[in-house]
T-cell receptor
Framework: AQKITQTQPGMFVQEKEAVTLDCTYD???????LFWYKQPSSGEMIFLIY??????QNATEGRYSLNFQKARKSANLVISASQLGDSAMYFC?????????????FGKGNQVVVIP | DVKVTQSSRYLVKRTGEKVFLECVQD?????MFWYRQDPGLGLRLIYF???????EKGDIPEGYSVSREKKERFSLILESASTNQTSMYLC???????????????FGPGTRLTVL
């Protein structure tokens, strides 16, 4: 079974600073995809960024980037230049390619609070 | 833009009532999912469906059933609601698992259900 681990306690980060959210995963399949989602207090899950297991480069999307270390099975999310609107829960998720049906395994999330 | 809607944002029901949570997506996605989200536990998959009238149990199906009579609609049913089913319920949809970021799941706004 696939497993995603997010163990950091709630984090406070100063506005305009960078923050790194840890995610480790466990799978024996060679082909998989990793997703990060943001959930603000409104409740809706928002897709942020994706990293495929065979991607040669770390994924980037605007202020979001992934520090993907395949050998360590970690996919940490880096948010640069934090903004007040970044305050949210952040979830890491994994899909095993070929599993079918796009089923995802989610971590328990990291709470981020950005302070002015 | 993909749109996933859920019938209610907030719902209060009595123990023993039959509860229907409705989810509709407008992107012709094959896959649809129901999760429940509880503090400290992250998202847990209840049921998913990969086609009309097809369903598969997720990690915590006990006490729930689902129905998918039309491709765009996926219903979660609590046959006899209990207080331990008080939770946030999230619906999601996605295209088939062809691989890559486009296969991300798209989430609805969630339904916060309270069972008294």
């Amino acid at each position: 079974a696939q497993k995603i681990t997010q163990t950091q306690p709630g984090m406070f980060v100063q506005e305009k600073e960078a923050v790194t959210l840890d995610c480790t995963y466990d799978t024996s399949d060679p082909s998989y995809g990793l997703f990060w989602y943001k959930q603000p207090s409104s409740g809706e899950m928002i897709f942020l960024i994706y990293q495929g297991s065979y991607d040669q480069q770390n994924a980037t999307e605007g202020r979001y980037s992934l520090n993907f270390q395949k050998a360590r099975k970690s996919a940490n999310l880096v948010i640069s230049a934090s903004q007040l609107g970044d305050s949210a829960m952040y979830f890491c998720a994994m899909r095993v390619e070929g599993y079918g049906n796009n089923r995802l395994a989610f971590g328990k999330g990291n709470q981020v609070v950005v302070i002015p | 833009d993909v749109k996933v809607t859920q019938s209610s944002r907030y719902l209060v029901k009595r123990t023993g009532e039959k509860v229907f949570l409705e989810c509709v997506q407008d992107m012709d996605h094959e896959n649809m999912f129901w999760y429940r989200q509880d503090p400290g536990l992250g998202l847990r998959l209840i049921y998913f469906s990969y086609d009309v009238k097809m369903k598969e149990k997720g990690d915590i199906p006990e006490g729930y059933s689902v129905s998918r009579e039309k491709k765009e609609r996926f219903s979660l049913i609590l046959e006899s609601a209990s207080t331990n089913q008080t939770s946030m319920y999230l619906c999601a949809s996605s295209p088939p698992g062809a691989g890559g970021p486009l296969d991300t799941q798209y989430f609805g706004p969630g339904t916060r259900l309270t069972v008294l």
